[in-house]
Structures are given as C-alpha cells and as structure tokens.
C-alpha cells in the first residue's frame, strides 16, 4: 500500500459543473500506484498547508505503519499558513490570493487593512523560517517509518523563497538535477482545456508525466520496485 499526503496537487479537484466540461482531474497518486501495481491510500486536502499535512501524517501514523510500504509526502508554497481564530481557519489565501474579497474576509475576523501588511510581512520574511522545523520532522517520521521498513520519499513542489530544503536522499530529483515539480514545466488545466477552465495546477496529462518521472525517479532502488 502506498500512502501520499499533500495538498491540492495530490488530492486532485472537482471540475466545476458550470463549465460543462467532458474533462476529469485525475492525480499523479493514481496513475503512479498504477504504475507500480499497488493499492493506496490519497490523504491530500486542496488546500492544506505544511502544518497541517503534518498533522494529518502523525494522525495516521499507526495506519501507515500497520498497511504501508511507501510513503511519499508532498511539499508545497513554505509561506502557506494558518491563523486561528475562534473555530476557523484564517488562511493565506483568503488576505494575500483573493483581492476582490479581502476586505469582506479581514472584517470578518475583525482585522484592518493595516493587520493585512502585517500578516503579509510576516508570511515574507518569517513564515519560511519556521517551517523549516516542520519539514525537519517530516524527515524524523521517515527516520521512525523506516524502521518499519517502510521506504519514504519527499516530493518538492515549489521552491522557497528565503530558506533551503532539506538535502536528503530521500527527495525526488528529476533529470538534470531537477528539484522541484515546478521546474518541470509542465502543462496546466487551463493549457489542457484550451482556456476552458482557467486553473493552474498541472492537468491530468500532465500528473501521467509527473508520474512517469517520479517512477523512473525511484525505480533503480532495487527494495521499492
């Protein structure tokens, strides 16, 4: 069984039924364990952020020590944070991303305009910075994994802005030492559609490719494959 925990990028999106679509986003996790002949396990959440995709790893650590063989753990945008606020989830997308609506989104979590440069400041220049700690337990809940022979893999969607990622053996390192999915240059839903939907997370050709790489990635280590 493989097990991958991620964002957007690997839990896949819903096509919009307004655009009347004959179109599917279908993820690299599915056409990788096809690839490799195994069952498995997506926890991706669209937008879930680094501390959070932790969170849901430790929460299902006993499951994935009692049924996984591989793990692979996707990395996304480091300055992606969450602000709590009473029972909600204040993100960085609703005061950074979303323009048209920021005001109405600052007011309803009593904040100003001034609290928005603030909290973009902040994401800029220190967000990175902390959640390198976060990444640096990634690697500790590998170290624990495979002791129980299971084999993990850490796949880099972005690159940071300000910190390093952690060299690791461990990290997908595509052709001509490519680092980051990013960096691939791969095709877009609204490339895939021909505009039709205006989304920009790598289609589903795209996510076969990204398999195919990650797969070639990985194959020459004789325990995974």
């Not at 002949?37 to 991706?44: C, Q, R, T």
């Not at 928005?116 to 337990?137: A, D, G, I, P, T």
Request: with cysteine.
């Amino acid at each position: 069984m493989i097990y991958y925990i991620g964002d957007s990028h690997t839990a896949g999106i819903h096509t919009p039924e307004n655009l009347n679509l004959d179109y599917s986003h279908i993820t690299y996790p599915h056409y990788l364990s096809k690839m490799m002949e195994m069952d498995y396990v997506n926890l991706g959440i669209p937008g879930s952020n680094l501390v959070n995709n932790l969170n849901v790893f430790i929460n299902n650590l006993n499951d994935i020590i009692n049924n996984a063989e591989i793990v692979f753990f996707q990395f996304q945008f480091f300055q992606n944070a969450y602000f709590r606020f009473e029972d909600v989830d204040f993100k960085w997308k609703d005061f950074v991303v979303r323009d048209d609506d920021v005001i109405k989104n600052l007011k309803s979590f009593n904040l100003t305009e001034d609290d928005k440069y603030v909290l973009v400041s902040y994401l800029s220049k220190f967000e990175e910075r902390r959640s390198w700690y976060e990444m640096q337990r990634v690697y500790s809940l590998f170290n624990h994994l495979e002791k129980h022979n299971i084999n993990c893999y850490a796949l880099y969607w972005v690159p940071p802005k300000i910190i390093n990622i952690i060299d690791d053996n461990r990290n997908i390192v595509f052709n001509q030492n490519i680092k980051f999915v990013s960096g691939l240059g791969l095709e877009t839903i609204k490339d895939e559609t021909n505009g039709k939907w205006d989304d920009l997370h790598i289609g589903t050709k795209s996510n076969k490719v990204l398999a195919e790489l990650i797969f070639n990635s990985i194959k020459s280590t004789p325990k995974i494959i």
